[in-house]
């Protein structure tokens, strides 16, 4: 069932490899075996699969293979212009031949009147269809071919070709493994799902690859790989959900218990979405059933994560355990502290906040609360996982802005309970499907696709800097109605100093056109230690001031209800998922809003997309699409999070489709065999064994 050992074996063995060329392969792609060797597929394929004659020859600049006889052969120009030039000639018509700088080899070798095969890209001058630096060989009579087919082209390096192992070397190499009639590949698929999806057999697709007849049959076994990746990636992910839930306890909480009954009775500021119903009945099951909860609650900007997070947290307290929740920046978890510290006032929850900047004196009283159980709440940053932090007994963890947080710090929270918590981590912006699968497939879903009652639409524009002026007029407009205004400027790390020139320089001219005492100002950035900070945004959320001016750090995490206009500089700058949470700030209250991007008159085309895409849509899982699309599954996931998705032949936006029938044929297999105890599925079960490494703990951390 599994592969053959000898497979293991060094590329050395073979022919032409030696040691040397064997260490170098190892570290330009890191092929060491002679399984590796298979699984290095070409990076393309040249049709050689039939002669042209050379008036079938139509369109400019393909490939074509052309035989004929050479004639007119000449070197024309001097030293650096020196080309050697000649035509061939078939029954049909005759083309081009030209060389620049030709080799001596050539000039020496071809000769007028022979037959030849050329390959090469034509490209059209005039009337007439002309070859540059051709591949071309000697026929030795006109009948004759020579390696019709199919070519594979490896990837190579300059260190590799300096070496000598050419790509002939590396056919030659493979040719000789797969030729043989059982190479000792195990195919790991089942012969159920093989035939169900038509798929080539292991052995069949690794031949294909690397000698192809036709290029649809590469297409075939190319996605027969693709499928195999990503069918393994959603069995590992769903045989671990399933694992966690056969083998993890969790704490049953078997009532809701009073607490949550008190507060959703008497104390909740609004009526909750049926959305948000659903997800806490969701949540509220888990939290019965006696397992580990692992939730992932995914919901647009503004859709009310927050009250979603506090009634679980409730859940929990009330039934005498405790409760934390993460946030990633200190004003975001700020911004939830002081919203729960005062939705909760007049209930018998004791809640804190725990953050860098919180002092060695109030953090020493923290811990000790949190140990001896008199703190239930505790609201904070990444603080909160480090190891001298320790609870009495934590029933659930929500982390909020899921995004920013590593796999290997939600493992560090997994372990500050005999029994684990319950886990609940909130995006921030929604994630899109494809994502949300590979990165979360262990994960189960709730979704709140419903916003609160009362939004209006926000009116979004872009505004090219000639238009500044009508700007300006629009926004004095709106405050002379009474209503408060956002301005934001990057900050993006790399040219920080640059920045702030930006801003300042912007700080400025917005002083001069809204002059004192008629209209106040606030201004926020980075650099501001945190009580100058929170002074300022409090002066803009009692209405004191009526224009905040500020660099991205009110991206989280404010929320004042009268302020209708967000006006974005730069816009260009700044990706698709921060000007949609930037959006978010406004439209809360009940008065129109707008969002006006403004940007240069010359942009990136991505950057061109982006602010049509934010024009044109308000719906954050439309824009995480568009995003994915522009910027890829590695960037949209953060570079702490890339590394769990190692794909080497597949790609979730180009291969989505493979990627739900691979999620469809993982739930199929697991549903018949949760345990993969049956002889057809052994093979799956040693590669999901290798890709789990034997270490099933980790893979219970989620
Ligand atoms: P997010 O999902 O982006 O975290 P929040 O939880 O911050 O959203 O909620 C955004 C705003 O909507 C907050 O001011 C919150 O009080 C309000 N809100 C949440 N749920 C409702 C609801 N059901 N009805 C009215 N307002 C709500
Ligand atoms: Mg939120």
């Not at 056969?246 to 009954?261: A, S, T, Y």
């Not at 990627?659 to 999901?688: F, K, M, S, V």
Request: with cysteine.
């Amino acid at each position: 069932m599994s592969d053959h050992p000898s497979l293991k074996n060094s590329v050395s063995l073979l022919n032409g490899f030696g040691k040397h060329r064997a260490e170098l392969l190892n570290k330009e792609f890191g092929i060491e075996s002679l399984y590796d060797l298979l699984f290095h597929f070409p990076i393309r394929y040249v049709d050689k699969s039939r002669f042209y004659s050379i008036s079938e020859i139509r369109s400019d600049q393909t490939f074509v293979l052309v035989k004929g006889v050479l004639f007119d052969l000449r070197t024309v120009g001097e030293g650096r212009t020196k080309r050697l030039v000649g035509e061939l000639k078939d029954a049909t018509g005759s083309l081009d031949l030209v060389w620049f700088k030709p080799p001596q080899f050539l000039l020496k070798t071809l000769k007028n009147g022979q037959v030849y095969q050329v390959f090469g890209k034509a490209s059209r001058f005039g009337d007439r269809y002309s070859i540059a630096h051709p591949e071309i060989s000697k026929l030795s009579n006109p009948s004759e071919v020579k390696g019709l087919g199919i070519e594979p082209i490896y990837s190579s390096t300059e260190k590799l070709q300096k070496a000598g192992l050419s790509q002939r070397i590396i056919k030659e190499g493979l040719r000789k493994m797969v030729t043989a009639v059982d190479f000792g590949l195990a195919e790991n698929l089942p012969q159920t799902l093989i035939k169900k999806l038509q798929l080539p057999q292991k052995t069949e697709a690794i031949r294909t690859v690397h000698f192809p007849q036709n290029l649809n049959q590469v297409d075939l076994a190319l996605n027969r790989f693709k499928f195999e990746e990503l069918f393994f990636l959603q069995l590992r992910l769903l045989y671990k959900k399933l694992i966690g839930q056969k083998k993890i306890k969790g704490r049953r909480f078997e009532h809701v218990g009073d607490l949550f009954l008190t507060f959703y009775k008497h104390h909740l500021p609004f009526e909750l979405t049926n959305a948000q119903k659903r997800v806490i009945k969701e949540i509220r099951n888990d939290l019965g059933s006696g397992v580990q909860m692992n939730r992932l609650l995914q919901g647009d900007v503004g859709s009310g994560k927050t009250m979603v997070a506090l009634l679980s947290g409730l859940i929990a307290i009330g039934n005498n355990s405790q409760a934390a929740i993460i946030a990633p920046t200190e004003i975001l978890a700020q911004q939830h502290y002081n919203d729960l510290v005062s939705l909760l006032s007049s209930l018998p929850v004791n809640v804190a906040l725990l953050t860098g900047s919180t002092s060695k004196k109030d953090r020493k009283v923290i811990f000790e609360d949190l140990l001896s159980g008199e703190l239930h709440l505790i609201i904070g940053t990444h603080a909160l996982i480090e190891d001298n932090v320790s609870f009495k007994d934590l029933g659930v963890a929500i982390i909020d802005e899921q995004h920013r947080f590593g796999v290997a710090q939600r493992s560090k929270l997994w372990k500050k309970a005999k029994v684990p918590p319950h886990i609940l981590v909130m995006t921030a912006t929604p994630i899109p499907r494809t994502l949300a699968m590979s990165h979360y497939g262990d994960l189960d879903v709730s979704l709140i696709d419903e916003l609160p009652p009362g939004r209006k639409p926000i009116l979004t524009q872009h505004r090219t800097d000639s238009a500044r002026l009508k700007v300006f007029q629009f926004m004095k407009s709106e405050i002379a109605k009474g209503r408060q205004i956002y301005i934001v400027y990057p900050l993006i790390q790399e040219s920080e100093t640059l920045d702030y020139k930006d801003l300042m320089d912007g700080y400025e001219s917005i002083q001069r056109e809204f002059p004192l005492p008629q209209y106040q100002i606030s201004i926020v950035h980075g650099g501001m230690n945190s009580d100058a900070k929170a002074f300022e945004m409090r002066r803009f959320e009692k209405g004191e001031t009526q224009i905040m001016v500020a660099t991205t750090v009110i991206e989280v995490g404010v929320n004042v209800p009268n302020a209708s206009v967000m006006v974005i500089e730069s816009a260009e700058r700044f990706g698709l998922s921060q000007l949609h949470q930037l959006r978010g700030r406004v439209g809360r209250g009940a008065e129109k809003s707008y969002c006006i991007l403004m940007s240069g008159s010359k942009i990136s085309e991505d950057a061109r997309t982006r602010l049509e895409a934010m024009v044109s849509t308000q719906n954050g899982f439309e824009l995480s699409e568009i995003d994915l699309q522009l910027r890829g599954p590695g960037d949209l996931m953060g570079t702490q999070q890339s590394g769990t998705l190692q794909l080497k032949v597949s790609d979730i936006v180009k291969d989505s489709e493979i990627l739900y029938r691979a999620r469809e044929a993982a739930e199929w297999i697991l549903a018949r065999d949760p345990e993969l105890t049956l002889a057809e599925h052994q093979g799956i079960r040693t590669t999901l064994n290798r890709l789990l490494k034997g270490n099933l703990l980790w893979s219970y951390i989620s």
